[in-house]
């Protein structure tokens, strides 16, 4: 099991930047993907951005440039800097470990709410 612990999310003014945090702890195999996946009200759960072990990222078109993402394999953590805010961003977001394809196992953090003020 892996558990996941989220912290960073809050109320921002459109044109501002939040950092979200998350940390897994539990038994942790080095090979997996973690990364940040969102909920907006009345949308489906979509990818933000996920980053390997090895370092290779993914991002949404939507936040290309203005969101980075990063991990500290040593740590378990991974980080997103979300910069040039906007009222599209507000939504849960989630911490994602994800084992596949190597193990079929995926766990989601609790979410932190990310509010963009217009």
């Known amino acids: 099991q892996v558990q996941l612990v989220e912290s960073g999310g809050g109320l921002v003014q459109a044109g501002g930047s939040l950092r979200l945090s998350c940390a897994a702890s539990?038994?942790?195999?080095?090979?997996?993907?973690m990364g940040w996946y969102r909920q907006a009200p009345g949308k489906e759960r979509e990818l933000v951005a996920v980053?390997?072990?090895?370092?290779?990222?993914s991002y949404a078109d939507s936040v290309k440039s203005r969101f980075t993402i990063s991990r500290d394999n040593a740590k378990n953590t991974v980080d997103l800097q979300m910069n040039s805010l906007n009222a599209e961003d507000t939504a849960v977001y989630y911490c994602?470990?994800?084992?596949?394809?190597?193990?079929?196992?995926?766990?989601w953090g609790q979410g932190t709410q990310v509010t963009v003020s217009s």
């Open positions: 994602n470990f994800d084992y596949r394809p190597l193990f079929p196992n995926v766990y």
């Open positions: 539990g038994s942790i195999f080095s090979i997996n993907t």
């Open positions: 980053i390997t072990s090895r370092g290779s990222i």
